[in-house]
Each structure stands twice: as structure tokens, then as C-alpha cells.
């Protein structure tokens, strides 16, 4: 087994009423209360009144944007940060032998992880919505709860990204509604209780976790599984790897995507100069008429469609979507403009999978003018990752016009010596790409900016801080047009 079982749970409860009731605490330790999953919650239990401390690796403008609101913030891990608080809660990036984790055990503090605290959060909220998927989670979280929140609805929302409509990554809400993204690894999926869950897609990644395709498809089983029979489930009709999940479900089940046998569908698509796409849509016999999206890209009509599938079903009107949906205009970190310097424009995403590279590429071409190149600085995540993924990564970074591949980001792991960014390099090359190794930050921001002339653009690609480069950028393009 790859995952956690349903019933699984990390949480010592002494009183089972306290596991339930959020009533009962006032005060919570939060380790790694600068990720953007763990400071979301840390926001909601605020608004809760409840008192928050928390420790992080580093200060960042997450923490001091929750030191602004009253929580108590330590740089480092140490376990004289631990008080008698009622719970401590953790990231999954954060191991047993953490001092904090170990002071807890020691005064007898009941513990969880993040997923399971979300959990409970989830059960205040009696129309939660779980949106998961291997790609395209925080784009269709932000965008269901731009209509949720737009049509008057006031959702409380968690979002993997930074929404300038909510001013952050959470917005607590007054309505019944929550929405979230709930991603399968470690089956941190399994501690949500939604009424509708949504599968995007199901795709190869956290290879580190999984040990194949076949572990990761039973996991989204046991996933939708558990949606009440009152419940729904929204799911991606196009994609193979999914197919299971209409069959496993005990609820009723909306198919969504560009088949013709899809209960909502769009169709007649077609793409501006700024590869943005607008599409007729139907749902069951109802024609809901002409939609256009507000960011660009081909895969963000899926993403589009499973919101509209659930904004309906809260009874949300057609009309009021189309106007919505075209307002929408992304999130931080998500083909996202930085800045058009000597006519190269400069645009960064988050894009770390294969799959999620291809679409972003794509979207690239469709957004530049027919003469205009596509180059690519692409920091890849994870050593894991990159060493079970190298063949499918060197497949989609050699459609681009020429790759700069810097250092790989660990994130959380150590570097055992198995794969190198020159290996990429060398893929890239042997399917006649063009692709070169950077070693340094500056060395990758010179590469990009020799090869770009007026009309192209650079992308910087990956879940590190890759977008960090764009000052970099800037300086280097201009030391290229002065010459």
C-alpha cells in the first residue's frame, strides 16, 4: 500500500469531542507556518480566535503578514518554541526528529498534520468543495472561487498560489461554502470530508512517494470513494486515467471535457492573437451559450469547464459565469507577465511536470506573433522528478526554440549524486533541441538574453524561485540592446 488508509491519522487525541470541535482549542503551534498551505490555515484559525504561534526556516512576507495579525513567529526550529498550547501542527516536509515535533511528544501535546487540521476545518462547512488533480489544482481553485465569491456566495477559499482578487492565498468566508485544493500525496486527500470533489486529470508525479501510475490511480479511487452519497463528483471525461473514478463513485457524477458523450462540453473552440480561448458550452440539453476565458492556454478550458460544472450545481447562472470567467485573469506564478523589456517579453510559470510544461509551451506559441521564438530558462524541482521523468522533460523542453536548464531545486530532498541538469541537457540535445547548462543565476539570465531578439519570449519555468531571474533579465537584455 502507497498510501495512507482512510482511517489513517497521525492525531493522539485524548477527548474524541476535541478531535471535532475547533471550539475547544485557543491555542495551536504550527511548524513550517510559512508554506503556503500551512499559513492559510494558520489565517482561518485567527479569524477563529484562535491564538497562533508558529516557526519557519526563514522570515518571508507570509509570516510577517501573519506576525501583522497577532501569531507569535521563530525563525528556526527550536524546542524552547514550543509553549502549552492545545495543539501542534505540522507540514509534511517537516520529520519526526524536528526539535519542536520532539518537545511536543515530551509535554504530551497532541499533534497532526496539516491535512488532517484542514480536515477538520472542512467539517464547519457543510458545501466544502475538494479540487484535485495531478495538474491545473490552484488555477481552478482560484478560478471556482472567483464565481463563487463574484456571485455573491462568500466562500471561504485556500488556494496553492497568490489571487489578487482575495489579496493572498485565503479568504475567510461568512457562507457555507469552502473551497480547497487536496492533492494525493502521501494521500493527504484522504483526511478531507467534501460534499464535491473534482478530479482534474491523473498523470505520473510524486514518484518519490508512488512507486507507479497504478498506485496513484487507486489513490484518487479511494479518494472519490469517499464523497457522500449526497455528494458529486466533477471529473475530467477526456482523460483516460480517469475513467475509473465514474465507476467507483457512490454519488452523482458530472463529466466534463471535449467529448462528445461529456454531460457539460464545450465545443466550436477557437483562439485570439493573445491564445486566449472562447468555446460554446452545453450542459446535458441546455445550450449555455459563447464562453471567453481571460487567461490564455488551450488546457484552461478543462480547468474552466469543472468550474462551471460545480458553479452550477450551487446554482450559480449561466450569464453571470460568462462575465465572470472573462474577468479572470490568473494567479502570481501562472503564465504570469514580468516585465517587456527591448520588445522581449518576459513571462514566468509554474510549470514543473512534463505535461504542465507542453501546455505551457503551447500557450507561449499562441501568445507570441508567427515570427516570434519561445526560450526557456527551466529550473527542474526535485531529483526524484527529474531522474523518473528525464525522457518525458526532454520530449517537451526540446519544442521549445532553446532551453537554458539551471541547477535542480532539492525542495526537500537530498542529493544522492543519480541525476545531474547536464543529463537533461544531453536529452534535450539528442532529440535535436537546443538546450545549455547554467550554473549560476547570472549565467542563465546572460544565456537567455543572447538568444532573444525583439519580438520573442522568455519563460521561466519551474517551482523554485526561477522567477527571481527577472531582474536579472531586465539587466541583461539591456547590456545586449546598449551594445
Request: aromatic share 6%.
Amino acid at each position: 500500500m502507497f498510501f495512507q488508509s482512510k482511517n489513517g491519522g497521525s492525531c493522539t487525541m485524548k477527548d474524541e469531542n476535541q478531535r471535532l470541535d475547533l471550539k475547544n482549542i485557543q491555542s495551536v503551534h504550527m511548524i513550517g507556518i510559512g508554506g503556503i498551505g500551512m499559513s492559510a490555515l494558520a489565517h482561518i484559525l485567527l479569524d477563529q480566535g484562535i491564538r497562533i504561534s508558529g516557526s519557519d526556516r526563514e522570515e518571508s512576507d507570509t509570516t510577517r503578514r501573519l506576525k501583522d495579525r497577532g501569531a507569535i513567529i521563530y525563525t528556526g526550529h527550536e524546542a524552547s518554541h514550543v509553549k502549552e498550547v492545545d495543539w501542534l501542527v505540522y507540514s509534511a516536509a517537516i520529520p519526526k526528529d524536528n526539535p519542536e515535533r520532539q518537545e511536543a511528544l515530551l509535554k504530551k501535546i497532541p499533534e497532526m498534520d496539516r491535512a488532517e487540521l484542514l480536515g477538520k476545518i472542512m467539517k464547519l462547512y457543510p458545501q466544502s468543495v475538494a479540487v484535485a488533480g495531478s495538474h491545473g489544482k490552484t488555477t481552478t481553485t482560484a478560478m471556482l472561487s472567483c464565481l463563487l465569491e463574484w456571485a455573491g456566495l462568500d466562500p471561504t477559499v485556500l488556494v496553492g498560489g497568490y489571487l489578487n482578487e482575495i489579496g493572498g492565498n485565503v479568504k475567510v468566508g461568512k457562507g457555507p461554502h469552502l473551497v480547497t485544493e487536496a492533492c494525493e500525496y502521501h494521500g493527504s486527500f484522504l483526511r478531507f470530508p467534501p460534499r464535491i470533489g473534482i478530479v482534474l486529470n491523473i498523470d505520473l508525479d510524486h514518484l518519490d512517494y508512488f512507486e507507479n501510475l497504478a498506485a496513484i490511480q487507486a489513490v484518487f479511487g479511494d479518494f472519490v470513494e469517499q464523497l457522500p452519497p449526497e455528494g458529486l463528483l466533477v471529473m475530467n471525461g477526456d482523460d483516460a486515467n480517469s475513467a475509473h473514478l465514474a465507476r467507483v463513485a457512490d454519488c452523482p457524477v458530472i463529466r466534463f471535457g471535449l467529448c462528445q458523450d461529456c454531460d457539460l462540453k464545450a465545443s466550436n473552440l477557437e483562439v485570439d492573437d493573445s491564445g486566449r480561448y472562447s468555446f460554446t458550452v452545453r450542459f446535458q440539453e441546455r445550450n449555455l451559450g459563447r464562453f471567453t476565458l481571460g487567461i490564455p492556454g488551450k488546457h484552461h478550458v478543462h480547468n474552466a469547464l469543472a468550474s462551471l460544472a460545480v458553479a452550477l450545481e450551487l446554482g450559480v447562472s449561466g450569464e453571470k459565469l460568462k462575465e465572470i470567467l472573462s474577468d479572470f485573469h490568473g494567479l502570481h506564478r501562472r503564465f504570469e507577465s514580468l516585465g517587456n523589456w527591448h520588445d522581449v517579453t518576459v513571462v514566468d510559470d509554474y510549470a514543473h511536470h512534463p505535461a504542465e510544461i507542453l501546455a505551457t509551451l503551447q500557450t507561449a506559441r499562441s501568445a507570441v506573433s508567427p515570427r516570434g521564438k519561445v526560450y526557456c530558462i527551466f529550473q527542474p524541482h526535485t531529483y526524484t522528478r527529474t531522474l523518473a521523468l528525464l525522457n518525458e522533460f526532454a520530449d517537451a523542453l526540446a519544442l521549445a526554440d532553446g532551453v537554458v536548464v539551471t541547477d535542480i531545486f532539492a525542495a526537500r530532498e537530498p542529493d544522492r549524486g543519480l541525476v545531474h541538469s547536464r543529463d537533461l541537457v544531453k536529452e534535450i540535445l539528442t532529440r535535436g533541441g537546443k538546450a545549455i547548462y547554467a550554473a549560476t543565476p547570472d549565467e542563465a539570465a546572460g544565456e537567455a538574453a543572447s538568444l532573444a531578439a525583439a519580438g520573442d519570449m522568455i519563460l521561466t519555468m519551474g517551482a523554485g524561485p526561477v522567477n527571481e531571474l527577472a531582474p536579472m533579465l531586465e539587466n541583461q537584455l539591456g547590456i545586449k540592446n546598449d551594445e
